[in-house]
């Protein structure tokens, strides 16, 4: 199976300021990742997919790139809204692992 | 709209059995590529099953392999997971999920708020 590497495991940061979550794959996956939200209590919601498309309706403050078998989800100024958990997703194979998830926390 | 709706959860004892539904609305069901993904108490998201749209494939992690079985009725848009031999382990929060694509990367574009289910005597 393919195995998400996924840190920090938690981060706290401030509104307005920017973060970056990592997500390493076990071994190179293209560009087949994609990145969710989770609000306490909620479903999970689309981000990103295919490592750096935007969701509609998603804010332009989050992005992702990808560079080999690292892939990183920026946001790039922190709204009270964005505090929450944020899971990267390997779509490589029909096994659709997902990484550790990353707990975004207000400092 | 696009809806997903889980029901069947609930108490159950360990080796007993349950099975999940979910019922989708506002697509085309039967075209649609459908997984389900659990959340343990406090824990990440956990990937189970896939059935793709054609029927012919269906796709199952190790943990469940053998002992649940995803299943789905286009007739009734209805998506479901039967989970036999119920371990404590198996407590979580189930989602149904559609797929989309993008050329051929999936992800998980629509989610149902979930339904819990409990192992426990």
């Known amino acids: 199976d393919i195995q998400m590497t996924q840190s920090p495991s938690s981060l706290s940061a401030s509104v307005g300021d920017r973060v970056t979550i990592i997500c390493r794959a076990s071994?190179?996956?293209?560009?087949?990742v994609n990145w969710y939200q989770q609000r306490p209590g909620e479903a999970p919601k689309l981000l990103i997919y295919a490592a750096s498309s935007l969701q509609n309706g998603v804010p332009s403050r989050f992005s992702g790139s990808r560079s080999g078998a690292l892939f990183t989800l920026t946001i790039s100024s922190l709204q009270p809204d964005d505090f929450a958990t944020y899971y990267c997703q390997q779509s490589y194979n029909d096994a659709r692992t997902f990484g550790q998830g990353t707990k975004l926390e207000i400092k | 709209e696009v809806q997903l709706l889980e029901s069947g959860g609930g108490l159950i004892q360990p080796g007993g059995s349950l099975t999940l539904s979910c019922a989708a609305s506002?697509?085309?069901?039967?075209?649609?590529?459908m997984s389900w993904v659990r959340q343990a108490p406090g824990k990440g998201l956990e990937w189970l099953s896939t059935f793709t749209s054609s029927g012919s494939n269906k796709y199952y992690a190790d943990s469940v392999k053998g002992r649940f079985t995803i299943s789905r009725d286009n007739s009734k848009n209805t998506l479901y997971l039967q989970m036999n031999s119920l371990r404590a382990d198996d407590t979580a929060v189930y989602y149904c999920?559609?797929?989309?694509?993008?050329?051929?990367?999936?992800?998980?574009?629509?989610w149902g708020q979930g339904t819990l289910v409990t192992v426990s005597s």
């Open positions: 999920a559609k797929q989309g694509f993008y050329y051929d990367r999936g992800y998980f574009d629509y």
């Open positions: 506002g697509f085309t069901f039967s075209k649609s590529v």
């Open positions: 071994q190179n996956i293209d560009s087949y």
